[in-house]
């Protein structure tokens, strides 16, 4: 069978790969999106209201817009915060955003194979055969491109065929179950206008567990990484504390979640990770979908330069550029996730800390605009003080 050719092959069509073949069939480049499909990433569904403008998100994605979120630390206290006039959290369901990304990449004049990844091969005429596996009646095809562009998730075996097994982030498994949203007279202790966040070690001994609504289903999960945590337990801890214990299960997911970029993206000829594939989920708030999105960007945009230019350096522009950009909070979540989530003691702290005005207001304007807020540099020095005395005062290890 005659092999196809395109200028680059995306595999994985989740919001980082979706976004890039969108981009590259933009920019008139010959693209083929690949999706397996029939699996929906266990995901809380939240996005910054900025990434509804910034990626033309149809309004109707957006199934719910949450003005805040309540923290609840291990002892029961409960901290509200209240977004204010910065902005909203969009709350996406992703077996209907994932489908609708995809098509809009089609729309941009993308072709698409439903079909897994199987394997690739560097040619020597500076070419990639990349070789798809598709449904089990047909024989496995192979397509040929300039780039291949790896979008397929935390376990990429994009990845896998040009690191190694043994090249990946650090990750925690995250779980979730998608219940239908109680109506509104039964709705107990379930906000359909709230984000619930908590941090208790029943729940979680090492990340938190969450309780996001979506108007009419609502996503409810935890995340570890400690072997053996039983995650499904948790889970159903925290439907029966929430009111959501005789909800309608929807459909139950779970899946590796990573917690810190890649220190390579691409091999230095013509293949590039992005999105999870490329570790790019942020730690302690385990946020990904816009910054899968924006690495699509970053992705697309790098294959244009080594398209137009021959130069295979400019691949890894696409790191370099997110890492100067965002680089610098990765690493203070990293820092919180590590510390503030250790053990039940500094959660309640954690917790507690977020009751501080100056703390609110940077967390949400840091979430929304996607950068370490420089507006107000003494509310940084307010918070750094606050922080000191958190951490000087007895903890338990």
Not at 57 to 74: C, D, F, H, N, S
Request: charged share 25%; net charge positive.
């Amino acid at each position: 069978m005659q092999t196809q050719t395109y200028d680059v092959i995306v595999i994985g069509g989740g919001p980082a790969g979706a976004r890039a073949a969108e981009r590259l069939a933009w920019s008139g480049k010959k693209t083929l999106l690949v999706d397996k499909e029939g699996r929906t990433k266990p995901c809380g569904g939240a996005i910054p209201s900025n990434a509804m403008a910034q990626f033309a998100i149809a309004p109707e994605q957006i199934k719910a817009r949450v003005r805040g979120a309540r923290m609840t630390g291990p002892s029961g206290l409960q901290v509200e915060m209240e977004i204010g006039d910065v902005g909203h959290v969009g709350m996406v369901d992703r077996d209907q955003f994932d489908p609708y990304l995809r098509a809009r990449a089609r729309e941009a004049g993308a072709d698409y194979r439903a079909a897994g990844f199987t394997a690739l091969e560097h040619r020597a005429d500076g070419l990639v055969d990349v070789t798809l596996g598709t449904s089990k009646d047909k024989e496995a095809e192979t397509v040929t491109a300039r780039i291949v562009i790896g979008a397929d998730g935390a376990n990429s075996a994009v990845r896998r065929a040009i690191f190694g097994p043994k090249a990946r982030p650090p990750y925690v498994f995250a779980y979730h179950e998608i219940v239908r949203s109680p109506s509104a007279d039964e709705t107990g202790n379930f906000d359909p206008a709230q984000c619930e966040v908590i941090y208790d070690g029943e729940i979680s001994p090492d990340f938190y567990g969450w309780v996001f609504p979506h108007g009419p289903y609502t996503s409810v999960g935890c995340g570890s990484a400690v072997k053996g945590f039983d995650l499904k337990a948790a889970t159903k801890e925290l439907r029966a504390r929430f009111g959501l214990a005789d909800a309608e299960t929807i459909r139950e997911e779970g899946a590796p979640l990573p917690l810190k970029p890649m220190k390579r993206w691409d091999d230095g000829r013509n293949v590039l990770l992005i999105g999870d594939a490329a570790g790019v989920v942020a730690p302690s708030s385990g946020e990904g979908i816009w910054y899968a999105m924006h690495t699509g960007d970053l992705g697309a945009e790098a294959a244009i330069k080594v398209l137009e230019t021959g130069q295979a350096r400019h691949l890894a522009s696409a790191r370099k550029r997110f890492q100067k950009a965002h680089g610098r909070v990765f690493m203070v979540l990293g820092f919180m996730q590590w510390f503030w989530y250790r053990n039940d003691k500094r959660r309640e702290k954690f917790v507690t800390m977020c009751k501080d005005p100056d703390v609110q207001r940077l967390t949400w304007e840091s979430y929304l605009n996607k950068k370490l807020v420089r507006r107000d540099p003494m509310a940084h020095v307010r918070v750094f003080i606050k922080d000191m005395r958190q951490l000087l005062r007895p903890a338990a290890h």
